[in-house]
T-cell receptor
Framework: DTGVSQDPRHKITKRGQNVTFRCDPI?????LYWYRQTLGQGPEFLTY????????KSRLLSDRFSAERPKGSFSTLEIQRTEQGDSAMYLC?????????????FGPGTRLTVL | AQSVTQLGSHVSVSEGALVLLRCNYS??????LFWYVQYPNQGLQLLLK??????LVKGINGFEAEFKKSETSFHLTKPSAHMSDAAEYFC????????????FGTGTQLKVEL
């Protein structure tokens, strides 16, 4: 499978616990994005990386959230001290930066439920 | 700041009927515009995009959309609906810089009835 993969697909946790999600982009894609989608809403941008550099973070990304892409390949998104409001689908997308627009390819998402 | 408005959170059509999903955008610079489809428990799939050039763009599965700058619209159409078109559809806008991050509308759930 050469698409974007995310792990786990589903995560149920108790309030206050830490969780970490992983995203593996399409090989050789140098840009990686994280979005969050809550029920009944469209995805909202959280952050993006070009290679290993995190170039932009949304104000939605509170101090409890941290994202990394240490070697410019896979990325992790960690949420510390989870809250019920963190329950959402977390989507990862990747693209290859060339001239003009660069299509983003989305993974299947990780659905987080905070009890 | 950019924004997208999708009129109608739920649209129902009969199989074989015209599909029209509405999208209006707000952008201070010439935008890139997109339609994505999402099937249950799956990620987003790009249907079509407008970046530059011809304002009528054709996508996969028989869908097309027309960029109308004067109306700030990018409505999605398909002449004849099929049962397999039932899904959620998202309109999105991206500026030409800023990392090409996407701003999505709230989505339209399309139901196709026999």
């Amino acid at each position: 499978d050469t698409g974007v993969s995310q792990d786990p697909r589903h995560k149920i946790t108790k309030r206050g616990q830490n969780v970490t999600f992983r995203c593996d982009p399409i090989s050789e894609h140098n840009r990686l994005y994280w979005y969050r989608q809550t029920l009944g809403q469209g995805p909202e941008f959280l952050t993006y990386f070009q290679n290993e550099a995190q170039l932009e973070k949304s104000r939605l990304l509170s101090d409890r959230f941290s994202a990394e892409r240490p070697k410019g390949s896979f990325s992790t998104l960690e949420i510390q001290r989870t809250e019920q409001g963190d329950s959402a689908m977390y989507l990862c997308a990747s693209s290859l930066v060339l001239a003009g627009y660069n299509e983003q390819f989305f993974g299947p998402g990780t659905r987080l439920t905070v009890l | 700041a950019q924004s997208v408005t999708q009129l109608g959170s739920h649209v129902s059509v009969s199989e074989g009927a015209l599909v029209l999903l509405r999208c209006n955008y707000s952008s201070s610079v010439p935008p890139y515009l997109f339609w994505y489809v999402q099937y249950p428990n799956q990620g987003l799939q790009l249907l079509l995009k407008y970046t530059t050039g011809a304002t009528l763009v054709k996508g996969i599965n028989g869908f097309e959309a027309e960029f109308k700058k004067s109306e700030t619209s990018f409505h999605l159409t398909k002449p004849s609906a099929h049962m397999s078109d039932a899904a959620e559809y998202f309109c999105a806008v991206s500026d030409q810089g800023g990392g090409n991050k996407l701003t999505f509308g709230t989505g339209t759930q399309l139901k196709v009835e026999l």
